[in-house]
């Protein structure tokens, strides 16, 4: 496994988790750092990005101001803070390894720019 996330779990309406996005086998620094979801029958979607360079970062409409990304590149890590969760982030969350940031489908995403991506690590909220 070269991208693992994790840092998932059981969280209140109004919570907070942090996400972690480890690599191995590669570095990090160079590539364009994106998360997905899944939520449960729905389509995987884009949910944020950070640039490799300055750190540019981006966020769909749904998660701005209250979801933040961030990198470490001496741990080789990328993390997905989030706040104020509700019900609609209930999801599995997917990090991925690419040459651009853009706001694409999945589907896009892997075809394009996609280099790597793992495994999800689930976020469920709930009361």
């Known amino acids: 496994v070269q991208l693992q996330a994790s840092g998932g779990g059981l969280v209140q309406p109004g919570g907070s988790l942090r996400l972690s996005c480890a690599a191995s086998a590669f570095t990090l620094d160079y590539y364009h750092m994106t998360w997905f979801r899944q939520a449960p029958g729905k389509e995987r979607e884009w949910v944020s990005c950070?640039?490799?360079?300055?750190?540019?970062?981006y966020y769909a409409d749904s998660v701005k101001g209250r979801f933040t990304i961030s990198r470490d590149n001496a741990k080789n890590t990328v993390y997905l803070q989030m706040n104020s969760l509700n019900a609609e982030d209930t999801a599995s969350y997917v990090c991925?390894?690419?040459?651009?940031?853009?706001?694409?489908?999945?589907?896009?995403?892997?075809?394009?720019?996609?280099?790597?991506w793992g495994r999800g690590t689930l976020v469920t909220v709930s009361s």
């Open positions: 950070i640039g490799s360079g300055d750190g540019s970062t």
């Open positions: 991925a390894a690419g040459s651009a940031c853009s706001n694409s489908s999945w589907h896009e995403y892997i075809i394009t720019i996609g280099d790597y």
